[in-house]
């Protein structure tokens, strides 16, 4: 079944001072299956993040719909779950505040938060203030902030991009066994091609700005993956050449023949 | 500040009477009463000297001894305590209607937008009426009452803490809103989830100015309607020439802010923002 259904999407900023015009998405059309991992690559500035606000309800598009689950969305709501690059934890609580807010009893919340805890390795944190941890436990906490709390579809936006490479490497593994063992519905914006081919059933590729979709790249590697088995496969190099050639390519050449899906 | 303590060499070391002066020094600054009140020590030597050496005219200058005289017999005769209990009473009137009325204010000001433009400009109008160039209207309408007092110290309060409310709210990160939004809470919830808590470095900075402010205007209150309390002592001394008693209100003055801060403001950010990491943790006064 189809959990997250874009089309027609199409945004343009207008500056509130000078009154000057951005579009900083063409027009965007994509399908997340449920149960899907679903990446959006482009060139920096493209509209990834743009893509990412207007789905959580954030930022209102000019055209086009968001349908989550068959309805068109309008606005944020706890069906589609953020985990932000800074993870946007906030400093004064320590547990499960999604669950408070779906009504939760107390006692059920502790269990659910102590067990996504856990599932993101970070078991025995339960009473630390984020600024206690570390960056990347910071982020596993926004992972299992947003698990915890059973959205249809979750969104993350770069959300490994601002931590050390070894520490990634780790976080990309734990995603990919927390998203195999569970299998969420997830839209991940990034810009590095090898994390979005490692993690992926699929990858759209977005051309400059004004976006369009340049092609969607289906990722079709075995899992379970791990970073040293999958990215040594033949085919996971063909896939990230291919994208890497697609979006060098998109360069300076843009224009309406590049719309593909 | 850590002290390397175990390990043989600096066992052996200790027994040099420099290192054993430091080790005693770490020990006794370590607790509090040396490090709340070690500060003042130079100064009431510096204070004692000037006065022991006649720098000032001892009619107006005098030294510790003389004001820890006048200090007994105030306590006494229950001078001093009568009036403290006058002055703090008015104090706590102002701090609550100033509190009540001035935080609600602040956060409708910072939330809503034609709340903010229909009292901006008043904001900034009544701000720059000083709080005493409200004494003589004041006095008019209520006489030398409590209500006079309490009316110039809430407006004192009111507006600091209105200001420090808005840019507090408008601190909050964009992202913690929208984090708490997608995590299903509602406008009311955000508020009070989100918007309070994030606002609170700010809010806590506002009330510390707002009750300095207040404190102040208390005591120039105090010396104008004069009937009681610890700014009307000061003054009431002044004309009898009486410079001890002058001195001993402003020493009176500086411990009771001390008090209050280390009684109720530092615990209170040390509970809430210092916790929570939300500011740089300042390691005096503990
Ligand atoms: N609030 C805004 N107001 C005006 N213009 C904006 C706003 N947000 C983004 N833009 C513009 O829209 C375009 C797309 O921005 P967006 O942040 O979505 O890009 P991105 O693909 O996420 O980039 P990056 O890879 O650098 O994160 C940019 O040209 C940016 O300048
Ligand atoms: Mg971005």
Redesign the interface.
């Known amino acids: 079944m189809t959990a997250l259904e874009i089309s027609g999407l199409a945004k343009e900023y207008v500056d509130s001072y000078s009154g000057d015009r951005v579009t900083a998405i063409g027009e965007v059309t994509f399908t997340v299956e449920e149960g899907e991992f679903v990446s959006i690559l482009g060139p920096s500035g493209c509209g990834k993040t743009t893509v990412l606000n207007i789905i959580a309800g954030f930022v209102e598009q000019t055209a086009g719909t968001v349908k989550v689950g068959g309805r068109v969305v309008d606005g944020p709501g706890p069906d589609r779950g953020v985990v932000f690059q800074n993870h946007a934890l906030f400093p004064w609580k320590t547990a499960a505040f999604g669950l408070r807010m779906k009504g939760i009893p107390a006692a059920r919340r502790r269990e659910i938060a102590l067990e996504h805890l856990e599932l993101v390795g970070l078991a025995g944190f339960e009473n630390r203030y984020p600024h206690e941890l570390s960056g990347g436990m910071r982020q596993r906490l926004g992972v299992a902030r947003v698990l915890a709390n059973e959205p249809a579809v979750m969104l993350m936006d770069e959300p490994f991009a601002s931590i050390d490479a070894q520490t990634r490497r780790k976080l990309q593994e734990d995603l990919t066994r927390v998203f195999e063992l569970r299998r969420p519905t997830v839209f991940f914006v990034t810009h590095d091609i090898d994390e979005a081919v490692f993690l992926s059933d699929r990858v759209v590729v977005l051309s400059r700005r004004p976006s369009r979709v340049r092609e969607i790249v289906t990722v079709d590697l075995p899992r379970p993956r791990d970073w040293q088995g999958t990215t040594a496969l033949p085919e996971f190099r063909e896939i990230a050449n291919h994208i890497t050639a697609l979006l060098s390519e998109g360069g300076d050449r843009e224009g309406p023949e590049l719309t593909a899906a | 500040m850590v002290a390397p303590t175990d390990g043989a060499l600096d066992r052996a070391a200790t027994r040099t009477p420099r290192r054993r002066l430091a080790v005693w020094l770490r020990r006794v600054t370590r607790t509090g009463a040396v490090r709340t009140l070690g500060p003042f020590v130079p100064i009431v030597v510096l204070w004692w000297l000037a006065a022991e050496l006649e720098v000032f005219p001892a009619a107006f200058f005098v030294g510790p001894d003389a004001v820890l005289t006048e200090f007994l017999d105030l306590m006494r005769k229950g001078v001093l305590p009568g009036y403290l209990s006058d002055s703090l009473t008015r104090l706590a009137y102002g701090i609550g209607f100033g509190l009540l009325i001035g935080l609600p204010m602040g956060f409708l000001v910072a939330m809503s937008a034609w709340a903010r433009r229909l009292t901006w400009p008043l904001l900034l109008f009544f701000q720059a009426i000083a709080d005493i160039a409200w004494l003589p209207i004041v006095i008019v309408w209520f006489g030398f009452s409590l209500t006079a007092v309490t009316f110039v110290i809430v407006y004192t309060i009111v507006f600091p803490l209105v200001l420090a409310v808005v840019s507090g709210v408008e601190q909050v990160?964009q992202?913690?809103v929208?984090?708490?939004?997608?995590?299903?809470?509602g406008r009311f919830?955000v508020f009070v989830?989100?918007i309070v808590?994030?606002a609170?470095p700010a809010v806590a900075g506002g009330i510390r100015t707002g009750l300095g402010y207040g404190w102040r205007a208390l005591i120039a209150a105090e010396i104008i309607v004069g009937t009681s309390g610890v700014g009307f002592m000061m003054f009431d001394a002044r004309r009898v020439g009486d410079v001890s008693e002058v001195f001993l209100g402003m020493i009176v003055l500086g411990v009771l802010w001390y008090a209050m801060d280390a009684l109720v403001l530092a615990p209170f950010e040390r509970a809430?923002v210092e916790?929570?990491?939300?500011v740089r943790q300042v390691e005096a006064g503990r």
Request: glycine share 14%.
């Open positions: 990160p992202e913690l929208r984090a708490a939004r997608s995590l299903g809470a919830r989830e989100v808590p994030g609170l809430t916790r929570w990491g939300m």
